[in-house]
């Protein structure tokens, strides 16, 4: 029996998985974000590239920005690690150790850390997009993150994406609003008025 049921599961709060919880969040989903500290952008001492920050802001900075711009929305935040995945019926059932948590609609922003991918029996291939040939992606999967799996999404470099911040956050935020118009039955758009 699952400890709590949201409607989403985001397991990594990068920039990919942190954009998708904006829209979830914004559309007024419960959403849930687990996540290690550890991504990648935290690593840049400045990022020059982010769009609307011509001074350049400091990975950390970025990452903390996002993390406060969800958590205005409702969404919850844990620093806990995801260690395995299970598809039960309509839900999915996600473990910490001995907690479980389930939802609705499951988000993988892992980045790097494949191992929840390889438990799920996705075939992994090297990103060629990516220059270093170190980078792997899930096979088949296309930008929009849609699997064989209903309700199973891939974000970020799970994708075959160029590693850079503002595109894993644009295809973050665009798993963010499909899943917000399924969830909603109408197309998801935030706009002010
Ligand atoms: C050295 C370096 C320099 C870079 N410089 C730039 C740059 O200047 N400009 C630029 O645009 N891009 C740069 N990038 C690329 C940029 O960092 C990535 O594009 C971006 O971080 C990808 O975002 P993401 O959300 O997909 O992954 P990440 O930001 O890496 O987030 C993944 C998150 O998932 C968490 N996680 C992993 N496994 C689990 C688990 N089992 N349970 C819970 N949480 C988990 C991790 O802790 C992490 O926080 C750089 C990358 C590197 C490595």
Redesign the pocket.
Do not use: P
């Given at each position: 029996m699952a400890n709590t049921t949201y409607d989403v599961i985001i397991?990594?709060?990068?920039?990919?998985?942190?954009s998708a919880a904006i829209y979830t969040g914004g559309a007024k989903l419960s959403t849930m974000v687990?996540?290690?500290?550890?991504?990648?952008?935290?690593?840049?001492s400045k990022?020059?590239?982010?769009p609307g920050f011509a001074e350049g802001i400091s990975?950390t900075d970025l990452?903390e920005q996002c993390r406060r711009q969800v958590s205005g929305l409702g969404v919850e935040l844990i620093n806990?690690?995801?260690?395995g995945v299970e598809r039960k019926q309509d839900a999915f059932i996600v473990s910490a150790e001995s907690e479980q948590f389930e939802s609705r609609y499951l988000v993988l922003?892992?980045?790097?850390?494949w191992?929840?991918l390889e438990s799920l029996g996705f075939e992994l291939e090297v990103n060629p997009l990516v220059p270093s040939g170190k980078i792997r992606f899930a096979k088949g999967i296309g930008y929009n993150g849609e699997t064989h799996i209903p309700n199973l999404y891939l974000?970020?470099?799970h994708t075959p994406i160029q590693?850079?911040?503002?595109?894993?956050?644009g295809q973050?935020a665009n798993i963010g609003i499909t899943i917000a118009s399924r969830a909603l039955e109408n197309t998801y758009m935030w706009h002010d008025k």
């Open positions: 397991v990594g709060g990068g920039v990919a998985g942190l687990f996540d290690t500290g550890k991504s990648q952008v935290t690593q840049v990022v020059m590239n982010y990975g990452i806990r690690e995801i260690t922003a892992t980045n790097v850390n191992k929840i974000a970020g470099l590693s850079q911040a503002v595109i894993a956050a973050g």
